[in-house]
Structures are given as C-alpha cells and as structure tokens.
C-alpha cells in the first residue's frame, strides 16, 4: 500500500516536468496600454519637398551615425516614384528615385528598410526588384526580376531585415516570403498559396524579431501569421470583420519586443496584439481628421513607443505615442 501511493506521488509530481518538456505554449500577460495618443501629421498631396503622393511604408532609422541621424524617416512615396528622407523633426533631408524601367529607376515602389551598414533596400512592385541605394541615395545595385523562380518576384510589396543581416520581402502575387543576404543572393522561400497554416494568400508585410521569428500579413485570408526561423508555424490569429482582433485587408506589420502592430487597412485602423496574437488594443478610423486614416498602409516603430502609418490616401505620415 505504501509502495503505490509513493508511486502515485511520484507520478504526480513528475507531470509538470513532463508538460514543460514537451513544450506548451505560455499564457500571455499583456502591459495595458489605456491610450495611443495623436503626436503630428507630416506631408500633404503634392510632388514638392516634404509632400507625398500615395506613401505605402515608412521605416525609422534604429542604427545613428554621422550619416544617418537616429530616428530619421525614409518614405516610400510610391506615386511619386520615389523615396524620401525626413529628420525625426519632420524636416525634409533628402529624395532620391525617378520613374522608369531602367536600372536604378522605380516604378511603384513598395517597401523601404535600411540595414545597419546605413544601405538602403527598396521593393519595386511593378518593376519586380529589390534596389540598394548608399545613405545618400546613390544607386549601388539591384536584384529580383519577374517570374516564380527562386530569386523571381511578382508583385513584391514588404520589406525588412533581421538583425543578422537578411533581407525578406513579400512576394505577394507568388503567395510566399522570400529571404536574401545583404547582397541579393537567393536564401530560403516559404510559403506558397493555401490557406493552412505556413500558407499565404497575397501576403503584403512581414516583420521579423529579435529571435528571428517571421511576421507575415496575410492579407487575403485576414489573419497574421507567426514563422520560426525556419519557416514552421507557430501561431495563426485574426479573422474577416470589423470587431477586435478581426481584420479587413491588413497590410502593414511592425513588431517591437513585447508587441505586434498590424495595420488594418480596409478598417482604417491599427490593432496591437502580444506576441501570442491576443488582442490589446486598436486606434483610428475612417476619415481625414487628425489620428484618422484612408487606406493606411505601413507601419514602423521608432523610438519610445513612438509609431509611423503611412496614411496613404490622405497623403501623410501620422505619428502617435503608447501611453502605459
């Protein structure tokens, strides 16, 4: 008798090893965040200095030098068919790009991300390219063309880096991700058209974290995927509607270390999840008042919770603040 219930606490006691071993998922515990508050619009309609014309991303400079001041803006101004560079001001710097077919020339340009060698990277959705530029905008070299092959684009539109270096871009029209060094060779793809999970239906953003997790926008199922590394699937959240942590057509996607940032662009709105995909908080909606939006797009996270939307058919950038 004595023997089997030491066996029975034996027992006992080794489950919670067990379950921990074999991996089970933690449960989320969110900061509150009770606000986001309005801090500026930048840019109005126009092709002028400091104007935008349909701006698709904007990305914050986090790596600061002599070339490149901490918190500056690189904005893909796509209907203008080009990028520019704000100071964290808002203060013009800098444009570079022309329309055309040619090397070094955009035709739509989609996404923008800077490495921390201060190179910058644009996707070019129609000419099907990935371009490098020098800090002051001198074209260095390019890469991608139209197809499906490994290397091939059709229709790419997000951009990033992770912090080893990579470049990934959302190949929208090919249904998939994929991942190239610094200098465009071909890495990895994932992905491809379906709607299991790992599966994308015209995919517009992806974001990666410190762990090189992916976050990729899946824009035609209404969801957010999360990717490890290698492509397997973690998670998979969001829906079609209007209610919280239900999307319409979301688009851009940034992440921070605690946080997931989706823009919802058919709600004209930006949500923010945890890490796990539970719902936190939105702001915005349908206008062109302050802290409203028409057809938002990108997303990027500055310095102290501070937040970018490409608000691309009112023709700015808006920037807001988390209050905690």
């Known amino acids: 008798m004595q023997r089997s ?31 986001v508050d309005f801090v500026r619009e930048i840019g109005f309609a126009g092709a002028g200095i400091a104007q935008f014309r349909l701006p698709s991303d ?23 068919e080009r990028i520019e560079r704000l100071n964290q001001n808002g203060d013009f710097v800098y444009q570079f790009g022309q329309f055309g077919l040619d090397r070094g020339k955009f035709n739509s340009p989609r996404g923008v991300v800077v490495d921390f060698n201060n190179i910058i990277y644009v996707s070019d959705k129609q000419n099907n390219k990935v371009l490098k530029f020098d800090i002051r905008g001198n074209f260095l070299d390019e890469f991608g063309s139209y197809g499906v092959g490994n290397g091939q684009f059709q229709d790419p539109c997000g951009i990033c880096m992770d ?10 029209s090919n249904d998939r991700i994929e991942k190239f060094t610094d200098s465009g060779v071909f890495v990895n793809s994932y992905g491809g058209f ?16 410190v762990s090189r997790n992916m976050y990729i926008s899946d824009s035609g199922s209404n969801r957010i995927q999360k990717l490890d590394e290698f492509g397997m699937p973690i998670t998979s959240f969001g829906s079609k509607g209007t209610g919280n942590g239900e999307f319409d057509r979301p688009t851009g996607i940034a992440v921070d270390d605690r946080h997931i940032f989706v823009v919802d662009s058919g709600n004209c709105r930006v949500q923010i999840f945890d890490k796990w995909g539970k719902f936190i908080f939105a702001f915005g909606s349908r206008g062109s008042g302050r802290g409203q939006f028409s057809n938002p797009t990108g997303i990027t996270i500055g310095r102290a919770g501070h937040i970018f939307v490409a ?10 603040k988390l209050v905690f």
Do not use: H, K, W
Not at 21 to 32: D, F, K, L, N, R
Not at 199 to 207: E, G, L, T
């Open 5 to 35: 219930l030491f066996f029975i606490l034996a027992v006992l006691l080794f489950l919670p090893s067990v379950c921990s071993a074999m991996g089970s998922i933690p449960q989320s515990t969110p900061e509150v965040i009770s606000n």
């Open 194 to 209: 379906g709607v299991g999970l790992g599966f994308f239906d015209n995919p517009q953003d992806i974001a990666v974290d």
């Open 58 to 80: 904007v990305f914050a400079a986090v790596y600061g030098d002599i070339s490149t001041g901490l918190g500056d803006l690189f904005i893909a101004d796509t209907g203008n």
């Open 311 to 320: 608000d691309t058919d009112n023709n700015r950038v808006q920037e807001f």
């Open 163 to 172: 912090n080893l270096g990579y470049i990934y871009v959302a190949d929208s």
